[in-house]
């Protein structure tokens, strides 16, 4: 590999000719490699819109001529649009503030700023990755908004959609199922009749709460650390700087934004972070409980509840000549593992602000994009390839609901809890059905107890 010297505070470092980044992006990656993660696209594309904006309003202040504004802001919507994607290259476990990736970022939009008017990338002239890149701002301002502006742009474009349409299928099959009878369980064990409509609707309506209290984090995820620089203070940033970037990040994504009214909480703590991880993790418990009743009630074919039959998707067993896993729901149970223990990691981080910074900050935005990611193609695969196709056993619905002993309970107002507990006793011990026996004892005139069981 043919190597460039760069040169910064501690001297000369070596670096890929081929590289946009410097000599700072290359001292992280020699001091962290750790696990070969990288910081999340959309994070990455969070930062590259703070840059662009920055870089505009910058110019406008008179703080950065025209030309070096231009190049620096088309070099940042490159960077937004997915070009240079592989020169982001700090991993993860690096410095808690994020500083490596903000100069990583710095640097690539320097050198590419650089040989847009030169034509040779690389270098410091006439660009600066501080002095005009970073003008007016702190990793430890930029890394918090930026993690701000991508989790609430994820979480808008792509979360709430796809759990509305999660939400969308789940109602059609409330819909559709909604005078099929069947037996409600408690305990695992038989409990007195529903529909399968009532059971889809209560799946339905976690997903309905669960984009409630997505939309509610809109709140606190648009206010944003921006103009607090290194400690909260605004040191080097001019004053109308934040609030200019700002409403220019918010008109290009549409978003509420706005500078947070204390900015040494902004920078020292993570509580918003924290929060949406939480309301992550709820969606992930949620997605857990409706995937594991959906594979229960689709167990068998032959000998499970089989009350519901699911899309076979592919073979089974390397084994088993026929057999058909759920395999959408094991997957969907899986993700929420995984998002909860994401939510543990960023728990954890957000317990890292100590004085006047959180250190912690990369592997909180690493976990909870992740999260938001993983949530967001789940409830589409979960409504698409499995809610979508779900069809209903009727004659097993009805089978159940005949033989269940909890048809008892239907008795009690009538002839008194004891003796109906009586009745469910030996219809167990009998096998017969607990309809069948009421009618042979005469506890009731037969057209009453026929409508009561019907």
């Known amino acids: 590999m043919e190597l460039r010297d760069e040169i910064d505070a501690f001297g000369i470092v070596k670096v890929p000719e081929a590289a946009y980044y410097g000599a700072q992006t290359q001292r992280a990656v020699d001091n962290f490699p750790v696990s070969g993660l990288r910081m999340p696209l959309e994070l990455i594309q ?13 110019q406008n202040l008179g703080l950065l001529p025209v030309e070096l504004s231009d190049a620096i802001a088309r070099s940042a919507q490159e960077v937004f649009d997915g070009k240079f994607s592989d020169q982001f290259v700090v991993d993860v476990f690096q410095t808690g503030s994020g500083t490596s990736t903000n100069m990583n970022m710095n640097e690539v939009l320097a050198s590419r700023s650089n040989e847009i008017l030169t034509g040779k990338k690389g270098g410091k002239s006439p660009v600066h990755p501080n002095d005009h890149v970073n003008l007016g701002q702190s990793s430890n301002d930029v890394i918090p908004s930026a993690l701000h502006i991508a989790t609430l742009v994820q979480i808008t474009d792509t979360l709430i959609p796809a759990m509305t349409k999660l939400g969308q299928f789940l109602k059609m099959k409330a819909n559709e199922f909604k005078n099929i009878r ?6 695992l064990q038989d409990a007195v009749p529903i529909t399968l409509g009532d059971e889809f609707s209560g799946y339905a309506g976690q997903i309905e709460r669960n984009l409630n209290r997505l939309r509610s984090l809109e709140t606190r995820l648009g206010e944003l650390a921006l103009g607090g620089t290194a400690v909260g203070t605004g040191i080097n940033t001019h004053p109308k700087f934040s609030g200019k970037v700002i409403d220019l990040i918010a008109a290009e994504t549409s978003l509420p934004f706005w500078e947070t009214t204390n900015h040494f909480q902004a920078q020292a703590a ?24 959906i594979r229960w009630l689709a167990s068998g074919p032959r000998c499970g509840i089989g009350e ?31 998002v909860i223990g994401n939510d543990t990691a960023v728990m954890l981080g957000g317990q890292a602000g100590t004085f006047e910074l959180n250190v912690a900050l990369p592997v909180i935005a690493f976990n909870l994009l992740q999260s938001v990611r993983l949530l967001s193609k789940t409830a589409v695969l979960l409504a698409e390839k499995c809610v979508h196709g779900i069809t209903a056993n009727h004659e097993k619905c009805a089978a159940y609901i005949e033989k269940s002993l909890a048809l008892a309970t239907a008795l009690v107002p009538h002839i008194g809890y004891d003796r109906a507990a009586a009745i469910a006793k030996k219809a167990h011990e009998t096998g017969k059905t607990v309809k069948a026996l009421a009618i042979e004892e005469k506890v009731l005139p037969e057209d009453t107890l026929n409508n009561l069981f019907n």
């Open 46 to 58: 969070g930062l590259a819109l703070i840059k662009k904006c920055a870089a505009i309003v910058n």
């Open 270 to 293: 993570q509580d918003t972070a924290v929060e949406t991880s939480g309301v992550l993790r709820t969606i992930a418990v949620s997605f857990s409980k409706i995937a594991n009743d």
């Open 308 to 338: 519901i039959t699911i899309p076979a998707l592919q073979p089974g067993s390397s084994i088993m000549p026929g057999k058909v896993n759920p395999v959408i729901p094991e997957s969907v149970l899986q993700v929420a593992m995984q």
């Open 182 to 187: 069947k037996i409600g369980r408690t305990h």
